[in-house]
């Protein structure tokens, strides 16, 4: 019955979300292929937030990965790449210790690999803790979006607060110094910034 509800849960925030975005808008397609059912639905809700909310989405990328801004601007403009595929280019990147130009690079070489077998080729293989750590990045990110997520029972295990009052007190004390700006949220507030994650610089 629970794994039921939260299938619904997921299909009514996916279904809530404004705007769609088609495989054939991008160059390279859409089959992220990560080797992880989860983190494949939420790269396609990526593409509809960057499609509709670019320069929150940017902004991410260069403050908490260090990916240089004109090289994102590019990927999702006149190279139309996937936002989904640029935030995989840049958080792998960020883990493995290269730049994001690097992955970029390997990405359009080999994309007909998918994401998976790119990470292992890159060394990071499926259940190791580089892995977990490249699915947990998601949380953070919606976070600062102010974007739902819906976890799985892996992240539900890793963040087990996520959502409740423990999260939101950090977040609202974030806020109150002025380290949040308001969010971007196409289906209600986001769990754990109180709906608020950081917006245009």
């Not at 989405?57 to 595929?85: C, H, Q």
């Amino acid at each position: 019955m629970r794994h039921s509800f939260k299938a619904l849960s997921l299909a009514l925030v996916l279904a809530a979300t404004g705007g769609v975005a088609h495989a054939q808008d991008f160059t390279f397609g859409w089959n992220p292929r990560s080797g992880d059912v989860w983190m494949d639905t939420w790269l396609g809700d990526m593409n509809r937030y960057g499609q509709r909310y670019r320069d929150p989405f940017v902004d991410e990328l260069v403050r908490y990965n260090g990916a240089p801004r004109d090289l994102v601007s590019e990927l999702l403009g006149p190279r139309r790449w996937a936002p989904g595929d640029v935030w995989m280019a840049c958080n792998i990147a960020s883990i493995i210790g290269r730049p994001c130009r690097y992955v970029v690079d390997v990405y359009e070489r080999d994309h007909g690999k998918g994401w998976g077998n790119i990470a292992k080729q890159l060394g990071i293989k499926p259940g190791s803790a580089e892995f977990h750590r490249l699915k947990k990045g998601f949380v953070p990110t919606y976070d600062r979006w102010g974007r739902v997520i819906v976890l799985d029972s892996e992240l539900e295990r890793a963040y087990p607060n996520h959502g409740k009052g423990k999260d939101k007190s950090k977040s609202k004390s974030k806020s109150d110094n002025g380290h949040a700006g308001k969010g971007h949220d196409d289906h209600g507030k986001g769990h754990g910034n109180n709906g608020k994650g950081h917006g245009k610089k």
